[in-house]
């Protein structure tokens, strides 16, 4: 990764995925999607096992990084928790119930990104 540009969208994606760890969300993925698409640098990916699993996640993220200093500028599907997306233009977040993401399979459609090494049970329980 050392080619591609620096993104405050990396510690924003980081945080993202160790929050919704700390909520017991599955299936936790970091996609590096710079050098494949100009939309945003970052996708975390993550499945709830509910559509209230998934709004908790969510809504969890939301007030981690706000406490943080960081939010959102777009937030869609929060309500039905089917699929929340929050978006924090260098970083774009997923939360899916389990048959939306296998339906829609963003991993499979991103596949030129560059997953995020990520070490999440360090983080377990550290906010």
Same mark, same amino acid.
């Given at each position: 990764?050392?080619? +591609? ?5 990396e &510690?924003?994606?980081r ?5 919704? $760890?700390?909520?017991?969300? $599955?299936?936790i993925? /970091?996609?590096?999607?710079r050098?494949?698409?100009d939309? #945003?640098? *970052? *996708? !975390?990916?993550? &499945?709830? #096992?509910s559509d =209230?699993? /998934?709004r ?11 406490d943080?200093? /960081?939010? #959102? #500028?777009?937030t869609?599907?929060?309500t @039905?928790?089917r %699929?929340a997306?929050?978006?924090?233009a260098? =970083?774009?977040i997923? !939360? *899916?119930?389990? =048959?939306? +993401?296998?339906?829609y399979?963003?991993?499979?459609? %991103?596949?030129?990104?560059?997953? !995020?090494p990520?070490n999440?049970?360090a =983080? @377990?329980?550290?906010?």
């Open positions: 990764m050392a080619d +591609r540009p620096p993104s405050p969208g &510690s924003i994606a945080i993202a995925a160790a929050l919704a $760890n700390d909520m017991k969300a $599955n299936d993925l /970091v996609l590096d999607l050098g494949v698409t939309m #945003t640098d *970052f *996708f !975390v990916i993550a &499945s709830g #096992t =209230t699993h /998934v908790a996640v969510a809504e969890h993220i939301q007030a981690g990084l706000k943080g200093g /960081v939010s #959102t #500028t777009m869609e599907g929060l @039905q928790g %699929w997306l929050l978006d924090y260098h =970083t774009v997923h !939360v *899916f119930h389990p =048959t939306l +993401r296998q339906y399979q963003l991993e499979r459609l %991103w596949g030129d990104a560059t997953p !995020v990520l999440l049970e =983080t @377990q329980g550290a906010r």
